[in-house]
């Protein structure tokens, strides 16, 4: 990509995409990761009611909601 060198600044606009891509990308990876266990423990605790039963975008989509209702706020300060 030799049009880059010649423009830093669409270059390092160019590098900053990439690495929200990355992350992006691997947030959802552990994300999904770490929804099996959700998965699995709802399972077992509702297996006599088969309607309750969730799959694992489901349980993604849980801990993302109890991440949001439960999480701690960013402009929170410590005493």
């Known amino acids: 990509m030799g049009f880059l060198?010649?423009?830093?600044?669409?270059?390092?606009i160019f590098e900053m995409g990439y690495a929200m891509f990355i992350i992006i990308v691997?947030?959802?990876?552990?994300?999904?990761?770490?929804?099996?266990?959700?998965?699995?423990?709802?399972?077992?605790?509702?297996?006599?009611?088969?309607?309750?039963?969730i799959n694992v975008f489901q349980?993604?989509?849980?801990?993302?909601?109890?991440g949001i209702l439960f999480g701690k706020a960013s402009g929170e300060r410590r005493r």
Do not use: C, E, R, T
Request: aromatic share 16%; charged share 10%; proline share 7%.
């Open 26 to 53: 691997l947030s959802a990876i552990v994300g999904l990761i770490l929804a099996f266990p959700v998965m699995w423990l709802w399972n077992y605790l509702f297996k006599s009611f088969p309607a309750l039963h």
């Open 5 to 12: 060198d010649d423009v830093p600044l669409l270059k390092g």
């Open 59 to 66: 349980a993604w989509a849980l801990n993302v909601l109890a």
